[in-house]
């Protein structure tokens, strides 16, 4: 493929504001995505059109996308290119809480991946919310879930052995939480609290999450009861703010 005419740019930048380049462009890409010129979810044209359009070079670009990244108004997925936010998707938080449920109630298709499974000890804040003593065996499963291909969140959850022995097997098997308790024969589970605060994201989650780093998480950690009131699962679940809408219900 030829090279594009970089001669003739079709956004000419004004170099007598003194307003820097990189600027105007993140600007003019921060228009485009207000007007719905390019929409929530649409990628955004490559480092080397936007640099044709406004006739400069990839690095002005690449700082510009950096920082309408920082903002949070796109993200870069590795691989694959730099897309528009998504619009805030309403997650509430109750009695039942199911992802899957609540993704096909959104209209989005949900998905996710285990990061990792297998046998830990509990920590203090895993026992007490489990009921156990500390050091005792759990089932640790990472997972992290997502709307229509955008990461969402990373959860860490923890479950009391031997009871749960294998459902990570089963997790992975059925896609689904509630398909793999039922085929432990746990037909139904309930929450038992919700406690909600607030991290920056870093490191590796940054990475996970198609984040910049320092992007505000919502932290979630919940613990959940069968029916007979017992514990069985206690989860953090680390959510992008930008991403969701976190709406807790009565537990009646």
Do not use: C
């Not at 997925?77 to 009695?95: C, H, K, N, S, W």
């Not at 609540?102 to 989005?108: C, D, Q, T």
């Not at 514990?231 to 009646?252: H, N």
């Amino acid at each position: 493929m030829d090279a594009p005419d970089l001669s003739d740019p079709t956004d000419l930048l004004d170099r007598s504001t003194g307003l820097a380049a990189w600027r105007q462009i993140a600007d003019a890409l921060e228009g485009d995505i207000a007007s719905g010129a390019l929409p929530p979810g649409a990628q955004v044209p490559t480092e080397l059109r936007l640099a044709a359009r406004f006739g400069v070079n990839r690095h002005t670009v690449r700082r510009a996308l950096g920082h309408l990244v920082e903002r949070g108004l796109v993200r870069t997925t590795q691989g694959r290119g730099t897309f528009v936010e998504i619009r805030p998707l309403a997650y509430p938080i109750g009695l039942r809480t199911r992802f899957s449920e609540e993704m096909a109630r959104a209209g989005r298709e949900a998905g996710g991946d285990v990061l990792s499974a297998g046998a830990a000890v509990a920590d203090s804040m895993t026992a007490e919310a489990l009921g156990i003593e500390p050091g005792a065996p759990v089932l640790q499963i990472v997972t992290l879930h997502k709307a229509d291909g955008v990461p969402l969140s990373l959860a860490r959850l923890r479950f009391p052995l031997p009871r749960f022995e294998g459902l990570d097997k089963l997790y992975a098997r059925h896609k689904t939480l509630t398909r793999a308790y039922a085929a432990m024969g746990l037909g139904d589970y309930t929450r038992l609290s919700t406690r909600i605060t607030a991290a920056n994201a870093q490191g590796e989650e940054a990475r996970l999450l198609d984040l910049a780093p320092g992007r505000l998480l919502l932290v979630v950690n919940s613990v959940n009861v069968d029916t007979e009131g017992r514990r069985i699962q206690a989860t953090q679940s680390r959510f992008v703010a930008d991403r969701v809408e976190l709406t807790v219900t009565p537990q009646g």
